[in-house]
């Protein structure tokens, strides 16, 4: 089992959509959670970080459920401008040696159309 | 906000030759940076966390004497790609962490194709 993961996509919605992504991730000692976006070709960028008690910025919420290790995201009102590939990203803190690992899904991809 | 500088951002080797790769936080000072490589159409894989003043924790099928790994300062680590070769193909992204705290940010990335 992948330790995050995605429904890939293509996500096609027209502009003006609401569009959920889900995430689940397998170990239930990660600490943080967070949402990127890429660009293609590009290096990611934050989108938002994830709280237990869902948080919103603007058009885009995000939910975590730690019980069911599960997260999403929600956009509404869809632009053309955020047509990129979502990543869920889990920060698990290595007991061993100190620090924290980000771990990646493969990423959904959205495509928003006129 | 913190930013990342990553340098080339695109590079195109001889198969055999050394490739380096330069992560500079510009506005931070970040004891640990990390290295990722990612492959089209697939996900960030974490290749090692860089260690200033210590050895890189190399992840799990990372050959650490391929990919040396140097975090001389608080804001530099580099990332040298020895004897490269056409599966070293990749695009390398840097992040790196303030040390007070705070998101990850990512470098620009860096384009490699081994030839």
């Known amino acids: 089992r992948k330790e995050v993961e995605q429904d890939p996509g293509p996500f096609n919605v027209p502009e003006g959509a609401t569009v959920a992504f889900n995430c689940t991730y397998s170990?239930?000692?990660?600490?943080?959670f967070f949402w990127y976006r890429q660009d293609c070709r590009k290096e990611p960028k934050l989108l938002m970080s994830?709280?237990?008690s869902g948080n919103e910025d603007g058009r885009f919420t995000a939910q975590l459920n730690r019980a069911s290790q599960y997260i999403s995201l929600l956009i509404r009102d869809s632009k053309l401008s955020d047509s990129a590939t979502y990543l869920c990203v889990v920060n698990l803190a290595v007991l061993t040696g100190g620090g924290n690992k980000l771990t990646f899904g493969t990423g959904t991809q959205l495509k928003v159309e006129l | 906000g913190a930013v990342v500088s990553q340098h080339p951002s695109r590079v195109i080797c001889k198969s055999g030759t050394s490739v380096k790769i330069e992560c500079r936080s510009l506005?931070?000072?970040?004891?640990?940076m990390f290295w990722y490589r990612q492959f089209p159409k697939q996900s960030l894989m974490l290749m090692a966390t860089s260690n200033e003043g210590s050895k890189a924790t190399y992840e799990q099928g990372v050959e650490k004497d391929k990919f040396l790994i140097n975090h001389a300062s608080l804001t530099l680590s580099t990332l040298t790609v020895t004897s490269a070769h056409p599966e070293d193909s990749s695009f390398y992204i840097c992040s790196a962490s303030p040390i007070q705290g705070g998101g990850y940010t990512f470098g620009s990335g860096t384009r490699l194709t081994v030839v």
């Open positions: 506005d931070f000072q970040a004891t640990t």
């Open positions: 170990n239930s000692a990660s600490q943080s």
């Open positions: 994830v709280y237990s």
